[in-house]
């Protein structure tokens, strides 16, 4: 069993940033991808951007070149850095992660299906 948890979320205007984190707790010991999804109310969830037991590191189109996602070992813990953020990435975000799963499988396009741990969600508003 797999305990995560997101922090971070908050309302900024159209050009912010935040930082959002996602601690783990209570895990068994293993090689995870780690993933962010997003889903705005009378849309799909879509994934955001993962990394991979090794460190590689996936986005999705729209959010390519302003956010980055890394992982600290050390604090368990998964961030995804937001930078110059629209009105269009309003969304509760929300973290995943499953085991086994290396590059080609632990991408941005990985089905939300795929991830067997989730948090419940941090709230990103954006106002223009």
């Known amino acids: 069993q797999v305990r995560l948890m997101e922090s971070g979320g908050g309302s900024v205007q159209s050009g912010g940033s935040l930082r959002l984190s996602c601690a783990a707790s209570?895990?068994?010991?293993?090689?995870?991808?780690m993933a962010w999804f997003r889903q705005a109310p009378g849309k799909a969830r879509e994934g955001v951007a993962t990394?991979?037991?090794?460190?590689?590191?996936s986005y999705t189109t729209s959010t390519k070149g302003r956010f980055t996602i890394s992982r600290d070992a050390a604090k368990n813990t998964l961030y995804l850095e937001m930078n110059n953020l629209k009105p269009e990435d309003t969304a509760m975000y929300s973290c995943?992660?499953?085991?086994?799963?290396?590059?080609?499988?632990?991408?941005?396009?990985?089905?939300?299906?795929?991830?067997?741990?989730w948090g419940q969600g941090t709230q990103v508003t954006v106002s223009s």
């Open positions: 990394i991979d037991p090794d460190g590689t590191t």
């Open positions: 995943a992660a499953v085991r086994g799963r290396w590059m080609a499988l632990c991408t941005a396009d990985t089905g939300a299906g795929a991830f067997n741990y």
């Open positions: 209570d895990y068994t010991a293993g090689d995870y991808c």
